[in-house]
């Protein structure tokens, strides 16, 4: 018996867009399966607005091609768009209508009947403003309002440009929940942003943008995995500390990196190594994983830029 191979939620192939001689993207290839919290990473003039609006039909590439569920949005926009929602850039509304209102008109406009508001409202936690006009919303009222905009679509596939932008901590922190309360209820998420810790916290795959082109795509278990036994240590006496860094059982790779020391360890290793180096007499300033996400992030995009 053979399992049936899952339809890619976004399978964007060789998209490139031009605008003149500027190439905004230059080679895009991105797949996002059913059920994924895709971070889509890249310093800012990376490519990944634009190619967001081409994933989504809202710009036509230049050459390539893009899929949503099997769906060409540029051939076919409304049945490649049905269960896809989400924003690109900051969400727009009627700044002298009510929350509410808002609400209502779009779902007017995508044929329903606006049965759902209350529901999208109490999920983003706005009922209590929704009476308020947008234009007195604060900024992270405002994304939450976007958010409630596209959760009344029910969708399968929610995109989401920056979302944490302009926010306060405790907008972050609470958009950084949404998010994790939709992708437990099985809602696939492409998650853009230039915020590593926000897509460690939040995905299981991830893409690396540079000068338009995806430069990684992977599991983030697997980023992450690559940091789990190289560790900096920065210590009141960083001579005596490489010697026994060299001398400790389970710790490798030992070399001097100006003041600090860089070791591979296992977890064990590290233990037995911070009691020697305290038995020594030995003051620890730092002691931290390295690599990781960001370091790919900077590995792959200095090198772009240089």
Known sequence: MTTAVPIPAVSARALRKSYGAIEAVAGVDVTVQPGDVYGYLGPNGAGKTTSLRMMLGLIQPTSGQVRLFGRDPVLDPV??????????????????????????????????????IDEVLDVVELRGRAGDRV????????????????????PRLLVLDEPTTGLDPAGIRDMRAQVRRLAAEGITVLLSSHLMGEVE????????????????????????????????????????????????????????????????????????LTLWLAQAGIGIHVLAPTGGLEELFFDLTDREAT
């Open 201 to 272: 916290a939040l995905c299981n795959r991830v893409a690396i943008l540079a000068a338009g082109r995806v430069r990684y795509e992977g599991g983030l278990a697997e980023v992450l995995a690559r940091s789990n036994s190289r560790h900096r240590l920065e210590t009141t006496d960083p001579a005596r500390a490489l010697e026994l860094c060299r001398a400790a059982d389970g710790v490798h790779d030992v070399h001097a990196d100006g003041a600090a020391v860089v070791f591979s360890a296992d977890r064990d290793a590290v233990a037995a």
């Open 135 to 154: 234009r007195g919303y604060s900024h992270g009222m405002r994304q939450r309002l976007g958010l409630a905009a596209a959760l009344l679509r029910r």
């Open 79 to 116: 049945a490649a768009l049905e269960g896809v929602a989400g924003f690109v850039e900051d969400p727009a509304f009627y700044p002298y209508l009510s929350g509410r209102a808002n609400l209502e008109l779009l779902a007017a406009l995508d044929g329903g009947g606006g049965e759902r």
